[in-house]
């Protein structure tokens, strides 16, 4: 039973992640690989201001900005200066490796000493972090949804399909990348600042991995639900994180390291990302 | 109404392979004209359309539109006064998004980014109209995402995209030529159709010489970056024949196209 409440835990906690990885690669289309830096960056202003004695709530909103302006350079960096979209990515992610630090003071804060968020939900005795959890992600599913459905959220899904029609239709491209980015990494952010608290300290490293991790979660959401509606694909999103955590627990109890499952993680996604290209070439060989 | 003044050109620009398309072209066009662009290989006709849209800059002269000097515009703000559809069909719409929801972002056009619904019954039920009005029963797949479309049918939603906002200058671009001759045919029928129901300012590049003479009231003919016939009120009792007798006058050589359509 515990197995499962910590598996659904992770999965939905780190299904805000996921949420904004599907932001960047699936609706704005952009491989943005700044989530390891701001995802980390979440972390580090929440212990920051938490271990300073920093309201939690607080807290987790200027998270959310500074992962928005983490976007907003990448956003800069590739619409503006022109640098590909991978570069500007790595150059935000590995810039914001030395901020992190800057941003603690040393490597690891440990917080488990300070108010968190989760303790605002302790009435809930075992289900607290599910409740908070689970409260959260159907905000933000409603919210993503319905931003989804706006005349902007219908350009930003536009530019990620064809960037020379959107331009033919008045709207100016480096926007709505720039805007899909920083919403992208305000998300991942806040995934940042919930794990720190849930897990009960920052690390500079804790980072490493999460984009893999994410971009598994999106695309085990997308072979699970293949034909859908925005809501849909949305939802996927984090039904994929929870899959994805699944099977890392359970990958974990049949006797793998956990240094292992960076590993496996990656594996899990070249074979998910190859499989139309396999099947082609079985299909073609018969 | 759009006005082309000096405008030069140039590609690789003080490289070996420069390539001057345009030196001083001069080039009007009056408010309700639609003019057919033909011209032989390399003459420059998809370059014209792509600085007047913006696609690339100029290198010197200017460009106005209603008066508006645009030269300086990016594409996507000169994309106010233009509506433009692609030869490639795959151009001018979003192909995972629905018919309705393609159709929203043109009709929001140069209402800007805000967080008001893409889509409501009444932006709905004049979707609809406009879509039973191609006569293609896209009317009853609004749901459907355009990327499941055929060539036809996406560029008949793109023309309909394009023209949504009443452009005050519409751009043709080989439009039909990736397509098969009978919705070819169908989709010059519409196109002519919305053209003269909202009276616009049309520029159509076509390599369909019947085409080009059959569809409106001016015709313009290029050649090496310059335009060298350019007819309007003789232009209805042209035949391809004298059409091509007279390229051949002014220019002392023949017509070479190998993409043209004669029949």
Not at chain 1, 164 to 181: C, E, P
Request: proline share 2%; no cysteine; charged share 15%.
């Amino acid at each position: 039973m515990s197995f499962a409440i910590s598996t659904l835990e992770q999965g939905l906690v780190y299904g805000i992640m996921a949420l904004g990885v599907y932001i960047s690669f699936k609706i704005i289309n952009f491989a943005d690989l700044t989530v390891e830096g701001s995802f980390t960056l979440g972390a580090a202003v929440t212990a920051k201001l938490i271990t300073s004695g920093v309201n939690p709530i607080f807290s987790i909103i200027v998270s959310f900005l500074a992962g928005g302006l983490a976007g907003l350079v990448t956003g800069f960096l590739n619409t503006k200066l022109k640098i590909t979209e991978l570069l500007a990515g790595i150059l935000t992610m590995t810039a914001l490796y030395s901020i992190n630090l800057r941003i603690m003071g040393k490597s690891n804060i440990p917080m488990l000493n300070n108010k968190s968020i989760l303790d605002y939900f302790s009435f809930a005795g075992n289900y607290r972090n599910i409740l908070f959890f689970g409260l959260i992600m159907i905000f933000l599913v409603l919210l993503t949804n319905y931003f989804l459905q706006t005349r902007t959220g219908f350009a930003l899904r536009a530019t990620g399909n064809n960037q020379q029609m959107v331009r033919s239709m008045g709207i100016n491209t480096n926007t709505t990348i720039t805007l899909g980015l920083i919403i992208s990494n305000a998300y991942i952010a806040l995934a940042g600042s919930l794990v720190s608290q849930y897990q009960g300290f920052a690390d500079a490293g804790m980072g490493i991995g999460t984009l893999v991790a994410g971009l598994a979660s999106v695309i085990i959401g997308e072979v699970l639900f293949r034909e859908r509606n925005i809501l849909w694909a949305v939802i996927s999103a984090v039904v994929g994180s929870i899959v994805y955590r699944g099977a890392i627990a359970v990958a974990l109890t049949i006797g793998f390291n956990p240094t292992d499952l960076k590993l496996l993680t990656a594996i899990l996604v070249v074979i998910a990302l190859s499989l139309p290209g396999l099947k082609k070439i079985v299909i073609s060989s018969n | 109404m759009l006005k082309l003044k000096n405008v030069s050109k140039s590609f690789y620009k003080n490289t070996p392979n420069e390539n001057q398309v345009f030196k001083d072209l001069n080039f009007e066009v009056e408010d309700g004209d639609f003019v057919t662009i033909v011209g032989s290989n390399g003459a420059g006709k998809s370059t014209l359309l792509n600085l007047i849209a913006g696609v690339y800059p100029v290198d010197s002269g200017s460009i106005m539109i209603d008066d508006v000097d645009v030269t300086s515009y990016p594409e996507f703000k000169r994309s106010k006064f233009i509506g433009r559809v692609f030869q490639n069909p795959l151009l001018g719409t979003a192909p995972s998004m629905t018919i309705d929801e393609n159709l929203s972002i043109a009709y929001s056009k140069g209402a800007g980014l805000s967080l008001k619904m893409g889509l409501n019954k009444k932006n709905r039920d004049l979707f609809k109209e406009k879509l039973a009005e191609l006569g293609l029963g896209l009317e009853n797949r609004m749901k459907t995402k355009v990327g499941l479309l055929s060539g036809g049918q996406r560029q008949a939603l793109t023309l309909l995209m394009a023209t949504f906002a009443k452009p005050n200058l519409l751009l043709l671009d080989e439009h039909t030529a990736a397509l098969d001759p009978r919705t070819a045919n169908i989709i010059n029928e519409i196109t002519n159709k919305i053209i003269s129901e909202n009276n616009l300012t049309t520029l159509m590049v076509t390599h369909n010489l019947e085409h080009a003479l059959e569809y409106g009231n001016r015709i313009i003919m290029m050649h090496q970056g310059r335009i060298v016939l350019d007819l309007k009120d003789e232009k209805k009792n042209l035949t391809v024949q004298k059409l091509l007798k007279m390229f051949n006058e002014v220019n002392g050589s023949d017509f070479v196209d190998d993409r043209v359509m004669l029949a």
